[in-house]
Each structure stands twice: as C-alpha cells, then as structure tokens.
C-alpha cells in the first residue's frame, strides 16, 4: 500500500502538481565545470560531483528524518509535516528579527545557532498539540489521518501567509558560513553545504544514542513494535504516541531552520519537500533508520549523476523510475528485517 | 487477590465472555482450564485492562481496577505471559528483559542476574536479537520477562503451547519453586491437563464462554474433564 501511494505522489509530480526539491536544486548542483565539452570526468569534476550527491542527500536526509519518526515508526501520514519544516523556517527568520539586534546583528551567526533548538522545540511542541488533539482520534484510520493532517497543513500555510504575507522572506545567513573550503583547484565546498552536512550528522548521531541507549527511546521502539504487550509491561503507551510524535515534527523544524540556508523561505516552503521525505522513507524500508539515511544518500547521489548525464528533468525522471522499479523488486525498502 | 465477578465481554456482536465469576486466592495456582474458542484467552486479556469490559467488574487487591489502563494494571504489580509469547522480536533479549522492569522499581542490575541465573540460555543470548530464538527460548524469555518486575499476580496463557517435554518439566518446575518461595499469585490458562493438575492448587474449567466446572485438581478426574477438554 505505502508503494502505491509514493507511485501515485510520484507520478502526480510528473504531472507537475508539486514541485520537488530535485528540480528545485540548482544551488545544490553546480555545473560550471561542465560547460565546455570534455571526455570523461577529471578528478576534481567527480569530486565536486560526489559532493553535490552528498550534499543533496544530507538535505533530503534532514527533511526525512523527521517523518522516519511520524511515519516510519507510527505509520501515520502526516501532510503537514512539510508545514512543521515550514514552522521552524519561520522560527529562525522570526528570532532574527527579535533577537539579532541584540546579540551581534544578523551576520554573527548566534542567532541561527540558537534558533535550530528553538525551532525544534516549536515544531515538536506544534506536533504535541496535533497528536494530542487529532491524530490519537484516527489512528488506524489513514485515509482519514491524511485528509484531516492536510486540512491541517493549509491551515497552518494560511496562518503563514497572514502573519507573515505571501510574499518570501529572506533569512540572513552567518556571515562565518559564506563562501566555501577549496582543497583542490575547481573544487569548491561551500562552507553552507558542510554545515548542513555536520548538522545532519549530529542529528543522525543524536537519534541514535536517544533510540538505541536511552531507557525512554527503548520503550519507544517497544511500543512501536507491538503496542498492547508495551502497554501490559507498564509503560504508558499513550505518552509515548505523543512523544514520538513530537520529537518527528521537531527534527522537520531542524530541517526548516537549515533551509533557510539555502534559499528564501515562503508559506509553502514545506510542501516542496514533503514529497521527497516520503520518497526516502519508503524507499528505506519504513521503520528502518538505516534504510532512510542508506536512501537519502542513494537518491541524492543517483540524482546529481544523472543530472549530470542528462539535464536536470530527465535525470528526476530516472531516479523516480528507478526508485519505482526497485519498489516493484523490494515492496518493503532497501533494510527490512526478518525474524522467525 | 482477584476477584472476578459477572464479567461480560463482546467482540462486537458477539458475546464472549458471559458472566465469568472467578476467584483467585493469593499465594495460590489457580487454573483455567478449556479448549481452543471458549474464551480464556479474553478473559486474560480482559484481565490484563487490554480488552474492553461490557459489564461486570474486576477488583485486584482490594481495588476496583474494571476501568484501569494496561500500565497501571501492570504497575500495581499484575504480569502476563501471554498468548504467542509477546515478545518484540527487533530489541534484542536484554531490552526485552529490560523493559519487563517498567513495571517495577527493582534494581536493574540485580534483578537481569537474577534471572541470567534462572534461564542461563537468556544470558548466552543476551545481545542476540530476541526474533531469532526459538520457540521454546522466546517463551523462557516471556516468563523471565514477567517474573523481573516480582510481581504480585501472574498471567500465564498456556506456557506449555508448542514447547517441548523436557521445558514443559523445566517450567511446571519453576512455578512449583515460584509458588513455595515466594506468595506469588498465579492464574494458569491451560490445555494440558497433566501439567495443569501438577501445578494447579483450584481448576475452573470454561466452555463457550462460561465457567462450566470448578473444584480441586483432586476433584477433577480425566473423565470429567474430558467432557471440556482433549486430555
């Protein structure tokens, strides 16, 4: 079933209903050392290459990690999950307008490094409040869960668009992240892109220790896996919905925060990447964190090589293709785990 | 220690349990006896606060808990071995052993030797991940699971299903040392007469939903019981 809804999203993109971050990408592939016709690839090209791939999955990486959680762990199917990415977004851009003045102006960089907590924290309480108020009246029910977390998210994108207008606005960036690292002469990794990178890392490296060495993360994964013996064991399942729950919708406010990096951000910010966060966590084999950090890198590597073959369309095409066919191979993702 | 009075349970439309009246005296074996379909099962998921009580009521220590949630239940000291083992087959045996300590405030380190101790196989295992065992050390592992937090009533939904004779022994054992050593209260679901006559200390028998005989094991012989169950 989860195969056929990301065939069905898939091919509603081809149609051209939502864009996606892979066409959206032109910052995040830079083809100047390709202008002039060449045979074969020298060096610091396939260098710069597998760092675009790199960079593209990390992104992909911290827009999915968040719905690993929500939808991976709980199978909900959260549509509004694009708007927590698009809540914490708007945090970051709404403490530099608060704090900035105070704390160095916008350049110095505190303020974005103290708003990708506080984003987090927004986002995670924002989907608190859904789980508590909605989402635990429809579980089970996903068709239901998918109408009502979208009716959500326009909401929440209106609210956007009153507060803050229609038009996009512009995050400043540290001035400390402008600029790149050039190891190589033609090799250049702009210090924005490492960041994201390193942020995805320490995102990546914190979920593990929370799931895998924390007393809390294991009672999650209990309850994920079989609810009514968790509960029987004595652990209070419900809290452990809203938790779970809130710490996905958080990582998307992560997500949102670093975005802002890349390029304005606008009341339909999240709707741009939802798409691809479920691409991801399918392909990975939903409920697998490996699978999904193993699928972000894949895709986003297949993605700039393509591109680089082709042109930016028709390399989206293959990969989606690709990832289709391979759905049609392996229904259940790239990890899935066997017992007796 | 339980009191069980005129439970009603349906699923749905239909009417499983009918006003079940069982009592379960502390420190004691108490069985349920009963073939496939009659209910024992509900009743003990009834029992445990996972399925929803059309009527009737149920008191735990002197306490109405008819409308209390699974953890509470499982907090004011009930534990279950249930149907199918229950145990999560992607943690691995340790973090299924850990997590029966949910329930209770005992100290983790001494409490996960205690029972390495008692079910050596967990120990080898610990690390492993608890799908890959067998059958027979999946149940091991449910009972150590139970038996980690001490609790106070014990549910135990046919531990013999599916396990071979010489663990059927190893277990019967144990609960005969659990019951001697400890005022564990135990309700037993059973279709294994010999095992259940061995350890039981009072035998409820159900069909279709009701109970339909009850006495000491000495009172139930092989020929009446064989009017309720395969023995």
Redesign the interface.
Request: without cysteine; glycine residues 14%.
């Given at each position: 079933m989860l195969a056929k809804l990301v065939q069905i999203i898939t091919w509603a993109n081809f149609a051209g209903f939502s864009p996606l971050i892979l066409s959206r990408s032109p910052v995040l592939v830079t083809r100047s050392s390709l202008t002039d016709e060449k045979e074969g690839l020298t060096l610091d090209e396939l260098l710069s290459q597998a760092f675009n791939g790199l960079s593209l999955g990390s992104v992909l990486l911290l827009i999915s990690l968040g719905l690993a959680f929500s939808f991976g762990l709980m199978n909900v199917i959260n549509m509004a999950h694009g708007e927590f990415i698009m809540v914490g977004a708007y945090t970051t851009y709404l403490l530099q307008q608060i704090l900035a003045p105070a704390l160095g102006g916008v350049s110095g960089g505190l303020t974005f490094l103290i708003s990708i907590p506080v984003a987090f924290l927004a986002a995670g309480l924002l989907g608190f409040l859904l789980e508590n108020t909605l989402i635990r009246f429809l579980y089970g029910r996903p068709l239901d869960t998918l109408l009502a977390t979208w009716g959500v998210g326009l909401v929440l994108q209106q609210l956007a668009r009153t507060i803050f207008g229609a038009p996009n606005v512009q995050v400043v960036s540290p001035g400390w992240l402008s600029g790149g690292f050039s190891p190589l002469p033609g090799l250049n990794l702009p210090y924005k892109r490492l960041f994201i990178i390193g942020l995805v890392l320490i995102c990546v490296a914190a979920i593990y220790l929370y799931l895998y060495r924390s007393r809390s993360g294991r009672r999650m994964r209990a309850v994920m896996q079989n609810r009514e013996i968790a509960g029987t064991l004595g652990i209070a399942t419900r809290r452990v919905d809203g938790i779970t729950f809130a710490i996905g919708s958080g990582l998307a406010g992560v997500a949102g925060s670093a975005l802002t990096l890349i390029g304005p951000i606008g009341p339909t910010l999240g709707t741009n990447y939802i798409v691809d966060a479920f691409l991801v966590v399918v392909l990975g084999g939903v409920g697998r964190l490996p699978g999904t950090i193993l699928a972000a890198l894949l895709i986003g590597v297949f993605n700039t090589l393509l591109e680089l073959q082709t042109s930016a369309s028709i390399g989206k095409v293959l990969v989606f293709v690709l990832v289709i066919i391979f759905l049609q191979w392996k229904p259940r993702g790239l990890v899935a785990l066997r017992s007796r | 220690m339980l009191e069980v009075s005129n439970l009603n349970v349906y699923y749905g439309q239909s009417r499983i349990l009918e006003d079940v009246v069982i009592t379960v005296p502390k420190g004691k074996v108490t069985c349920l006896l009963g073939r496939n379909g009659v209910g024992k099962t509900t009743l003990l998921k009834a029992l445990?606060?996972?399925l929803k009580v059309r009527s009737g009521s149920i008191s735990y220590a002197g306490q109405n808990i008819t409308s209390w949630?699974?953890?509470k239940?499982?907090?004011a000291g009930i534990?279950?071995v249930?149907q199918g083992r229950?145990i999560?087959?992607?943690?691995t045996v340790a973090?299924n052993l850990?997590?029966?300590l949910?329930?209770?405030s005992a100290r983790r380190g001494q409490a996960m030797e205690e029972m390495y101790g008692q079910f050596p196989i967990l120990s080898t295992f610990a690390r492993r991940?608890?799908?890959?065992?067998?059958?027979g050390q999946?149940q091991q592992l449910a009972l150590a699971?139970a038996l980690i937090?001490q609790p106070k009533l014990l549910l135990l939904d046919e531990p013999t299903e599916g396990i071979q004779p010489s663990i059927v022994l190893e277990i019967e054992e144990l609960l005969i040392s659990l019951k001697q050593r400890s005022n564990l209260t135990i309700l037993l679901v059973e279709q294994y007469l010999d095992f259940a006559l061995a350890v039981a200390d009072y035998c409820y028998v159900m069909e279709h939903g009701s109970i339909v005989m009850r006495g000491d094991p000495a009172q139930i012989t092989r020929d009446q019981a064989s009017e309720y169950i395969t023995v």
């Open positions: - | 445990m606060g996972v949630l699974p953890h239940r499982a907090r534990a279950q249930p229950g999560f087959p992607y943690l973090e850990e997590l029966g949910e329930a209770a991940m608890a799908g890959t065992l067998s059958g999946q699971r937090s």
